[in-house]
């Protein structure tokens, strides 16, 4: 056989028959064991070095289009490649996000922006990133985080933990999912009832049987049938926001303790809190026994940095441990660092404190601008701690429609429908605050006011 | 009944109020249903305010530790306590970790920290770390970030897609658990034999069926049984390191488009290739119609920022998408504009073709202390890209006690035996370089060589 190859000049000369063989392979002008020309021949044809043809049919080789016999030379791969040629679908394009008008996005997961400490997170950034600090953390996070994270729960929510304890994770969702998993296939989790949909939905996507225990005045009830795991939010119910009693939570723990269950605490806002001393937490009732402590940064400092924790039992700490052996960290470790340092140092402890005076006042304003401007018949609750409050809608205004209305006249608030497992005939909407102004607040109530009055 | 207090003014009256009416319930010297002094005569009593009173009783109203009745006046509430007050035992200290005198770590997931572009990054980090990106991306990525990696994805790997085709993850265990989940509990999942233990282990963790799937010469070998998903590493094979030849390739896209299973392509460290051209991706031959395939910024730029991809077929984005409706980014939202921006700018290909010349030199050095350090019964396999090889050892050398022997003297070298699903008579270990001088290297070798020879 002889090939012809036209050089174009284009690309290195092994490279342009490399090219060329292929595609006489990919179009069937070249077929399976036939012999391909020696290299010395195919050099002497086309005026080339034989060491230019044997970097060519190298790369052939390596990619298997060809194959070599010893002392018979080079033959060109049988694969059936008819199929391959058939043409894929064109892509659909992404939908397009129609560009909306919302002027006040009453979201229950933002934060102020204003009053982040750039400046000093930035230099803890520089500070952190350099060489020593670029191989992976270990999966359970960095030891100096989990130290300081541990000493922040026992001094802010009573829970006293060792580093060891302590677990990073990058969210909510990813933490109770390795949690899930680690109770295994078989477990059956309730839920508050209505509850945190995007919890949910992690038992939803890992086929995990779930159940709904209602939730009273007094926080979650206790639940009457069995349960290995129970997801709660004791400190500002999601969404409803009320605070669970002592008794309820003496009775909860009651029964964790009888029926050998786990309690989850999901402590996502309990830092604040407006009237009052902080809410003592479940799992400094239990001396963490049978309560697995959730916390997160996505409300104390920024949810745009993924970084939330775990404290388990000591009783779980090894057997988790060991389930986790090939597990790799999820979150960036300079990260995790300058994390460390800025809770080591003290910041986080005054950003916290600085931050509640932020939302107090800006719950202020929103609960004053309600009150102005709503009657009687739109009823505030949940709003004790956190960082949202809930609207009960009077009978004449539907869920739908209230955030219809309020779309059309560019505000986004939230329903309450969807963190119902069954269907609710209650009317209400989540109302966050942390990331508007306090001008924005009142203007924002006002038009609400005007469109649902 | 009467309330003595003395006050201690080591914290606000109110609050000596509260925590010494709370210590007496809990020590059941106030006891159920019991009255407390109404806040006028307890505010006599004390010589102090109303109001002081009224903070105390309103505190311990919220946690529920009492309860009030209309014109009657403030009670203890009933609850359980007897239980709460069961010690917990000592947690046990952590493990620590023996300070070891490791001081040549061929660690295949180590990455050369010289060569990285610190001040680079800090600016880019300065310039995105501000108040207008601090809310959360978007669960599937920044768009931004997906349409730099489509772009990427075409010109180094000929993967034509689309941004909507790239979901963001935080490594590549945590975007294959997703999905798993997403082909559900029922699906089969394949893996190479042997193969990436840590992609075995999250489908442990999540109770997935498996089936190993041999290797051979040409990579992984067509499956026979019936399995929906396989996992493979075409580019460079884990950890043996070989390059899956054209005909397998074919044979196995035209095995998944018969049995309609999907295959992912795990491309980790196709980027490093230092013989001949690039090896084109499963999924550009088979125009991502059953290859999902797999990329990570781990062995490119730094396995510390955790961040990895993958680019779905065109018909599983809709229901991919409608799957992790509620889902959460699991990614740092700066970490994912500042990844972007890097590559927008040109600067991620720069750093390549730098890395490559880097990584090129190091192997060169492995390559040659090895074959000047260790005779012919060493040998070298996988050595074709990527950023480690491996050593086949001779019969009277077990790969445990190589490695044993090798600790002895302060070098990490790592078994191939755990890449094993079922037991192997194999004897290999693994050697990363990148984390490595070329003077370590050469060091390293020479000192592994004086204990294995």
């Known amino acids: 056989m002889e090939l012809s190859i036209l050089f174009t000049g284009k690309s290195p000369k092994y490279i342009e028959i490399y090219q060329e063989v292929k595609h006489l392979i990919l179009h069937k002008k070249l077929l399976a064991h036939e012999q391909l020309p020696s290299k010395r021949a195919l050099a002497q044809t086309l005026t080339i070095s034989v060491h230019t043809v044997k970097e060519a049919y190298d790369q052939l080789l390596t990619e298997g289009y060809i194959y070599s016999k010893e002392r018979a030379g080079y033959f060109i791969a049988p694969f059936e490649i008819d199929w391959l040629q058939q043409k894929q679908q064109p892509a659909s394009m992404p939908e397009v996000v129609t560009a909306n008008n919302i002027q006040f996005d009453f979201n229950n997961g933002h934060v102020d922006n204003e009053a982040f400490p750039y400046t000093t997170w930035y230099k803890l950034i520089k500070k952190h990133f350099m060489k ?55 477990a059956c989790v309730g839920l508050e009832e209505p509850g945190f949909k995007r919890i949910r939905a992690v038992l939803q996507q890992c086929g995990l049987s779930t159940m709904a225990i209602p939730v009273d005045h007094a926080g979650v009830t206790i639940p009457q049938k069995n349960i290995h795991l129970l997801y709660t939010t004791p400190a500002h119910q999601f969404p409803l926001g009320m605070i669970m009693t002592m008794e309820r939570r003496a009775a909860l723990l009651h029964w964790a303790s009888l029926s050998q269950a786990y309690i989850i605490e999901d402590d996502y806002d309990a830092e604040f809190r407006y009237k009052g001393l902080p809410i003592p ?15 997160t940064f996505s409300k104390t400092l920024l949810p745009s940095l993924r970084i939330s924790y775990m404290v388990l039992p000591t009783s779980l700490v090894a057997s988790f441990t060991a389930f986790y052996l090939e597990q790799k960290s999820v979150v960036s470790k300079v990260d995790q660092l300058v994390l460390a340092d800025f809770m080591a140092q003290g910041l986080f402890d005054k950003h916290l404190a600085k ?27 949940g709003e004790k701690s956190g960082l949202h409050i809930v609207i009960k809608l009077p009978n004449r205004l ?8 309020a779309e ?24 966050g605050y942390g990331g508007l102004t306090l001008q924005q607040i009142n203007d924002g109530i006002a038009r609400l006011a005007s469109v649902w009055q």
Chains 1, 2 share one sequence.
Do not use: N
Not at 147 to 155: K, S
Not at 359 to 379: C, D, M, N, P, W
């Open 132 to 186: 020593d600090h670029l191989t992976i953390s270990p999966w359970q996070g960095e030891d100096t985080l989990r130290l300081e994270i541990a000493r922040y729960v026992e001094r802010s929510r009573g829970v006293t933990c060792e580093a060891s304890q302590v677990f990073i994770y990058s969210g909510t969702q990813s933490q109770f999912l390795a949690l899930c998993h680690f109770f295994g296939p078989k």
């Open 281 to 295: 937490s479940l799992a400094k009732l239990d001396q963490l026994q049978h309560v697995i402590y959730f916390g």
């Open 355 to 381: 931050m509640r005076t932020i939302y107090r006042k800006k719950q202020q304003a929103l609960l004053t601008a309600i009150s102005v401007h709503f009657s009687a018949e739109f009823q505030v609750i």
């Open 398 to 405: 539907s869920e739908a429609r209230a955030i219809q209305l």
């Open 408 to 431: 059309e006249v560019g505000i986004h608030v939230y329903p309450c429908a969807t963190s119902y497992q069954h269907k609710t005939s209650e009317a209400m909407v989540i109302i």
